[in-house]
């Protein structure tokens, strides 16, 4: 299939098809050439894809994916190493909501602040005669 036809069936755009292509996540294994040069993008594409996609919805950076990627192909991501790898993403992410936490409560903090420091105007009557 073409890479339209991939990145539709995928849910994503050619441009993220092309991108993992660069990164070296797919190569001679998931694409061939056609004669006139397009490329085709088969079965397993697809299936690399998919996985691909799926490390990088679960928050993995590309340099993850890549290691990721890398012991599947050379045959050593065992049932443990993805245990440790997926560990060690847990706990760096309960890091990243600690601090996005925390940057949150700073945030509130100043905007009650602000808030308790503006000043409205005092009401305006009309003046009326005998008031």
Not at 7 to 34: I, M, W
Not at 59 to 79: N, P, R, Y
Not at 99 to 128: F, G, M, Y
Request: aromatic share 4%.
């Amino acid at each position: 299939m073409l890479i339209h036809d991939i990145a539709a069936l995928l849910g994503v755009s050619t441009d993220t098809v092309r991108y993992y292509e660069r990164e070296g996540l797919l190569d001679e294994r998931h694409v061939a050439r056609k004669p006139n040069g397009y490329r085709d993008y088969g079965d397993a594409a697809a299936e690399r894809l998919r996985l691909l996609l799926q490390a990088r919805r679960s928050g993995m950076s590309i340099a993850e994916v890549k290691t990721l990627a890398a012991a599947f192909d050379d045959g050593t991501l065992t049932h443990d190493l993805q245990l440790k790898l997926l560990r060690e993403k847990r706990v760096s992410l309960d890091q990243q909501a600690r601090a996005l936490d925390t940057a949150r409560a700073t945030i509130a903090a100043k905007i009650a602040h602000l808030e308790s420091r503006t000043q409205t105007p005092p009401e305006v009557r009309p003046w009326r005669p005998g008031t």
